[in-house]
């Protein structure tokens, strides 16, 4: 059980473009799922937690603008990078909540030309 | 001082040895702990949830001390496979939710 699908699991996109990334809780209902970004060889970075019907919050210098998310069921959630820009190139992950278990989905790398 | 404190490593250790890690936390009012494991480019999997003294699964050991606010991984009989990045991660309450701080991981090596 818990298990956590993303989609696409890579994506490369031009400068300027929007790219949305879908986060799926396959066999239970996450009320909360959490968006992160890793860089190579560091440590996971909370973008921002979103809420089923509610609007998510974004941590300090996250911009809510170009990172738009959309809880609009209790299994899905999506990450759209707007006017991508080769410095959002990273390695985007989602996580679901499960009582108080975070389980996390395969991630999508993004590459930015 | 940061909320959760990982020793980054790496350790290396041989086969069959038995490794532990620590993890530090600064809040006293977090609740629950989790130990993840994160194999290089791959997304975190869950290991161990500790919501009260300790846990056991197999070879891995969870144990929490409230009183020093750390919560230990103890890993018997090390195998290749064991090497990845192990994540400490606290959460407690914030602003009627839970808050979810993950520590920087430490890297452990198993060597042949």
């Known amino acids: 059980g818990a298990v956590v699908s993303q989609h696409p699991s890579r994506v490369i996109c031009k400068s300027g473009t929007s790219v949305k990334i879908e986060c799926r809780s396959l066999?239970?209902?996450?009320?909360?799922m959490f968006w992160y970004r890793q860089f190579p060889k560091q440590s996971l970075m909370l973008m921002a937690t979103s809420n089923e019907g509610s609007k998510a919050t974004y941590e300090q210098g996250v911009e809510k603008d170009k990172f738009l998310i959309n809880h609009a069921s209790l299994t899905l959630s999506t990450l759209t990078v707007t006017s991508a820009h080769p410095e959002d190139s990273s390695f985007y992950i989602c996580?679901?909540?499960?009582?108080?278990?975070?389980?996390f989905g395969p991630g999508t790398r993004l590459t930015v030309t | 001082r940061k909320e959760v404190e990982q020793d980054p490593g790496p350790f290396n250790v041989p086969e069959g040895a038995t490794v532990a890690f620590n993890c530090t936390y600064s809040?006293?009012?977090?609740?629950?702990f989790f130990w993840y494991r994160q194999d290089c480019r791959k997304e975190p999997k869950l290991l161990m949830s500790v919501y009260s003294s300790g846990n056991e699964d197999g070879r891995f050991t969870a144990q929490l001390n409230r009183a020093s606010q750390y919560i230990s991984l103890l890993i018997r009989d090390s195998k290749l496979s064991d090497s990845a990045t192990y994540l400490c991660?606290?959460?407690?309450?914030?602003?009627?939710?839970?808050?979810?701080?993950f520590g920087t991981g430490t890297r452990l090596k198993v060597l042949a």
């Open positions: 809040n006293s009012a977090s609740q629950s």
């Open positions: 996580s679901a909540l499960s009582g108080y278990e975070q389980y």
């Open positions: 066999d239970f209902q996450a009320t909360t």
């Open positions: 991660v606290v959460n407690f309450p914030a602003s009627g939710t839970y808050k979810y701080i």
